[in-house]
Structure formats: C-alpha cells, structure tokens
C-alpha cells in the first residue's frame, strides 16, 4: 500500500516476516532509516510490518527489500486465489499465465485448467487485484469480483485456547530446572556429571540445543550488530571452554525459555489485532449498472451506491439514500441500544443492519473508515514508545559494549574464565531491554480484545498519574443489552397478560427489545401462544395474531392511542424506552426496557478511589435525565 504526500514524498507499508522480539524492530528501523531518500521508518511488531516515508526518486522497493533481508528478515507475500471464465484449452492457461507473469510484483503464478483458477503470489506492495484482473481481462478472459487473499488468513489460528496452559507448563519447568541447579551446584552434582559424561556428548547437546539462538548472534555480529543474546552467548562459551558444558546447558535452557515466553506475548498480540480486523466485512453488495453485484471491499470507490439487507454488516462507511433499518453500532459506539436509521443517516462500517436494509452512499472505504481508523491506532500503539522504552533502547545500545568490556577485565584480572563468563551471563540486559517493550505490547494487545484502546506506551505509563477518569456508561457502568425494568398493565389487563401477549407476538422477531421480552417471560416461567401473521415494521415495531387476536408491540409513533401522562413521564424522566403493547388496537400495557447498572461498579468505584483517583466523571451519548438516572442509582447501590 502507497500514498503521496503534498511534499513530493510517498509512504509505503511493508510487511515484514522474521519479527519476533522487539529487538527485531530496531534492526529493521535502523536498515530503512539508513538508505538514501528515506525521511521516516517506523517497524510494528504485532502487525509485521514496516511504515515508510520516502522519496520515490532517490530509493525503490527493490532498495528497501535488499536493506530488509540484510538485516536478516525478510518482505512478505500474498498468495491470491481466484477463479477465471472462458478457458476451455491448455493453450488458454499459457495466455493467462504470460499475462499474469509479466506484472510488475508477480512471484509465482499456477493456472489450473481442471477447477479454472489462478493461484498467484504477489508483492503486495507493488501489485493490486485490480491490476490482476485488468491483465487477465485483456488477455480475454474474465475474472469474478470477489478474490481470496490467502495471506491475510495465514497464521490467525488464535492462541487463547492454549497460550495460558503453555506459558503454565514452562513456568513449572524453569522451576524444576532452578531447583535442580541450585541443588547440583550445592551437591556437586553438575561436577559428577562433568566427569561421568565425555565433553564432546555436552558440547554437542549445547550445540544443538542452542542452534538458533547462536544462528542468530552470528549473523547478528556479521552485520555489525550486538544483540541481547550475544553477552549470553560468549558467556556459554566461556563456561565451555573451562570444561563446564553443564553450566552451559543451563545458559542455554534460560536463554530458550526466555525465547517462547516472548514469542508467545508477541503473538497474543497479534491475534488481539487480527480479532479486530476480522470484524470487518471483506465484500460489498454494490449497485452497478441496474445491477447488484457482490465485490471485494477493495474493489469498491467512494460515491457507489451499497445494498445491505436485514442481518448484513455493513462494510463502508456512508449516508443512507433509502431504507430503514436497525443498526446496532456496538462495535463502534459501544452502546448496546441499537438506533434506527433511515434516509440521511450516518452509518459506519463493522456494524450490524439488524431489521431491514439500506441503500447507501459510500463515503469511506478500508483502512479510511471510521472502523479502519481504530484498527491503524491500535497497529501502530507500539510506535508510541513510553519514556521507560526510550530508556530502555538507549541502554541496551550502550550496555552491551560495556559489559563486554568489563568481562574481558574480569579475565585479565582474575584470570578465571568462570569469573567472566558469569559477568557476561549476569548482566545480560534482557530483562530491561526486551521486557519492556514486550510487556507494553502485551498490554496494549490485551486492552484492544477486551474494548479497550490505548494510543501507545508513553499513554499508557501515563495512567499511572492519573488523577481523572472517565467512564463510559454503556458497556461499562451498564450491563451493556437491554433489560425489562418495568411492565405497567392498563386497561384491565394483569402485568403477566401483558408481558405473555408481548413476548408471544416478538417470539419471531430479531430485534435486541424483542429478545429482552421474551428472556423476561422466559424467567418468569410463560409459555409462549402461538403466533400467525407477523410482521416487522422497521423503526416502529412488530404486529402479529397471537391465539387470533390482533397484537402490536412498539413506539409511540407506531401505537396511536395515547399512554397515561404521568406513567410515561415517570419512566421517561429514568432514561427507559418504552414499549406500548396493543390489543385489537386498545392500549393495555407499557413495557418499560434500559441498560441496567452492572453490580460489581461499586466495587470498581471503591477501587479507583482507593487508588488515589478523586475525580470520576461519566460519559454518555444519552440524554441527561439517562445520565442523571444511572448515577442516583449507583450512588443508591
């Protein structure tokens, strides 16, 4: 992906495979930042991939992969899949494949005559499927709307199910193994093995033990680079070089298991970003020509018109043109009240059209909504690095050289090899240089799956002086779905009539309200009638025959006959919406619906103020009576 900027400069995302610490960000920051014409490289660990802001005159794509895999990682491809009409030869496939072959980006290309596809692996930096369907196009065949980005899929197997019991098991390990050093060194058992066991059995397992690990120092000093490992490293040689190969395995075995513990954080991470992305719908019903037609959401240009109908998440952002429908926006808005939107409205990706569908004019599309804005913060959290990771970047580019130094003191002096290797393994900066970073990933990762959104480090140590907080109240203060509060019977009716006459005419409808009437009636213990003649009514409510006689559920605007004054205002002034329940066109009930209070905010409350927090202010996107309702009664609880 590549865009211009008004000074003449270009910015391109390259994603980047072989990163798996935060050391790794550095090396690839360092190499692009290096080349000729590059203003700014920043590189996320989470999201694999490297932002570059350069000028396209001075430095190319071929520049920026060569400085990459010099630094000892590589640029990624995408494999794309997708179907082709009208080849009926093997003469056919050859035409599509010099087609394909000759675009600029184009690694591999397969074409399959037998399922008619192309399976083809691209640069995603230099190629589109745009491109990809103009070549295949004026080769004279034809391509579907909709492709297959394999790559964006690869490696999103979640980690949640076995990451915890994993990171467990390893834990009890590096226990076993501290016990077992510090009761073979105090028994003398690591000297009995020495003696019993040949040396080269023990450099050998070292050896292969510590493959990677000393794989990767290599290459590192080939480079001209000191990494974390290295000090640990010349430490495992030292010990094997007085002849204790033990100690050695031991170095080793903590160097590994440093190793998985951040390998398994880094991707956690991810998976916390790649939850998000897939919230948001891949393909758009689009209005061409007359025509409904089904494409993928890259494909689709701000101005087109989009169909979604009842049940469909919405995939762009944009402005109603005709429909009505109920959109729950949680995923944006965080309220649990789904609101009604008809012509003129805003809609926005990654929402759901619960009841009926909508036309809509694009407005924003991809990474530009307001949907994809929230992902791009959450990728790029990392680059706002906290005071204590700068700290953290300088040390490590410092220490090393100096503790280097000091062990080769350490030798001249004592003349004891043992004495420096421990100098070297001792200080080892792992524990400051590469677990900080890491921890705030962790963090920042972890706070996205569970709604939250922290800009970067440097925000988030900033909480620790915080003495203000806001508190959001849908989802948070509140249960965050809608609740039955109150059932008001009128016109004769019992409070059980009512709620059985209204649940049994909702038993078919899809609507969050619906759903809280027939869970009430379902604790209550009702069995629902049976129901004929249902009918939505979008942004108004429900009708149905239930036991043959007429029943409609739903809002003011839909129920004609008006409800006692002081009732409704009652319920109202609390911030409730309500439901008028119709019997033969007779008003015999209010059902009364709201988010309730959550029981553990109290607590919540008590804990922040505990922590020194004075000031707790609530935020809303309701009226103010919802607002004034939801502290009284907090304050009551």
Known sequence: MSAATPDG????????????????????????????????????????????RYDPTQTDLKTFRK?????????????????????????CTVH????????????EVRVLLSSEKAIVEVDPSQMDVLQLRKAVEGAGYSVPEVMTEQGKQSGSRSLASFTRPILTFLGLVFGVVLLVVIAGEWLGLFERVTDLVPWYLGWSLVLLAGYPI???????????QVISHTLMSLGVIAALA???????????????????????TTERSRQAVKRLTALAPQTARVERNGREQVVSISNVTVGETVIVRPGESIPIDGEVLSGQA????????GESMPVEVTGGSKVFAATLAQLGSLRIRVTQVGADTTFGRVISMVEEAEAHRAPVQRIADRFSAYFLPVVASIALLTLVISRNPLSAAAVL?????????????????ASIGAAASHGLLVKGGKYLEALARADVVFIDKTGTVTAGRPQITDIVPLAGATAEEVLLLAASAERDSEHPLAEAVRQKADAAGLTLQAVS??????????????????????????????????????????????????????????????????????????????????????????NRRTADFCLRTRSAS
């Open 9 to 52: 400069l270009r910015t391109l995302d390259l994603p980047v495979k072989g990163m798996d610490c935060a050391e790794c960000t550095r090396h690839v920051e360092q190499a692009l930042t290096k080349l000729p014409g590059v203003s700014s490289a920043q590189a996320y660990l989470s999201s694999e991939k490297a932002v570059v």
């Open 67 to 91: 400085a990459v895999e010099e630094a000892g990682y590589t640029l990624a491809h995408k494999t794309i899949e997708f179907s082709i009409g009208g080849m009926d030869c093997a003469e």
């Open 96 to 107: 599509v494949q010099q087609a394909l072959a000759a675009l600029p980006g184009i690694q």
């Open 214 to 224: 000393f794989w990767n120092v290599i290459k590192a000093a080939l480079r001209r």
């Open 242 to 264: 007085v002849g204790q190969w033990p100690t050695a395995v031991v170095i080793v075995f903590f160097m590994r298991m440093g190793d998985y513990a951040e390998h398994f």
């Open 326 to 333: 109920t959109v729950n926006q949680a995923a944006i808005t």
């Open 425 to 441: 393994v001792v200080a080892c900066s792992c524990s400051f240089a590469l677990a900080t970073p890491i921890a705030m990933l």
């Open 533 to 622: 003649q249902f009918e939505a009514i979008p942004g108004m409510g429900i009708r149905a025959r239930v036991n043959g006689v007429q029943i409609s559920v739903g809002n003011a605007r839909m129920i004609q006959e008006q409800a006692p004054v002081l009732a409704k205002l009652a319920l109202e002034q609390e911030g409730k919406t309500l439901l008028m329940v119709e019997q033969e066109g007779n008003l015999i009930g209010i059902i009364a619906v709201a988010d309730t209070l959550r029981p553990e905010v109290r607590g919540a409350v008590e804990q922040l103020r505990a922590l020194g927090i004075r000031n707790i202010e609530l935020l809303t996107g309701d």
